[in-house]
């Protein structure tokens, strides 16, 4: 008697491939790609600092199913997510700061060059991240800010009197933080 050999075949299970997310930089572990029933990730699927990363995804095996992508294929998808850099978060204020040292009289001038940190003329509500600069725009020329530190330098000579400084500052991002917008300030330094 002639033996008959015969099959079934496995059906044919259509898997929708997952996509990739698109998310801001907060400080916080993210996911990039979300887990499915019918598929194993591998490859970067989370990660906490900004960038562009890429998660794998392999259909899983079943004793009675095929497991397909929706587009047919079966191979390994590998899948892009980002996470973008996050808005710098620098906001200022202005401060008075009072110089002492001048010399008697009501025309009385500074007798010594006087320093002062830049946390003296400038409160920093939010800090900025990334390296800072300052640039002056307008006040008198006896009174200056270092470009990269913020020390305001009150030079000798200077009269008595109250002086308005006007100061461009802008951080300059980081990997994880976008270049701030420049900010502007007016800080006063009163001469005593």
């Known amino acids: 008697m002639q ?6 075949n496995k059906a044919s299970v259509k898997v929708t491939a997952p996509a990739g997310k698109t998310f801001t930089y907060n400080g916080k572990a993210q996911t990039g790609v979300a887990s499915g029933a019918n598929y194993t990730l591998s490859g970067t699927v989370k990660a906490t600092k900004a ?6 995804a392999t259909l899983k095996t079943n004793a009675n199913y095929v497991y397909k992508w929706s587009d047919g294929a079966t191979a390994v998808k590998s899948i892009k997510w980002k996470i973008n850099k996050a808005a710098n ?3 200022i204020k202005a401060k008075t700061a009072t110089v002492k ?8 001038k500074l007798k010594k060059t006087k320093t002062l940190a830049v946390s003296k003329v400038i409160a920093f509500t939010k800090k900025g991240q990334g390296k800072m600069t300052y640039t002056k725009s307008s006040g008198s020329k ?14 000798k000579g200077l009269k008595k009197g109250t002086y308005k400084v006007k100061v461009k500052v802008k951080a300059a991002g980081n ?3 976008k270049p701030s917008a420049v900010k502007t300030v007016t800080f006063t330094v009163k001469v005593r």
């Open 101 to 108: 040292g001048s010399t008697k009289g009501k025309n009385g």
């Open 89 to 91: 978060p620098l906001t």
């Open 3 to 8: 033996e008959i050999s015969w099959k079934i």
């Open 142 to 155: 006896k009174i200056t800010i270092a470009k990269t530190t913020g020390k305001v330098t009150v030079k």
């Open 51 to 56: 960038g562009t990363f890429t998660a794998k």
């Open 175 to 177: 990997a994880n933080y």
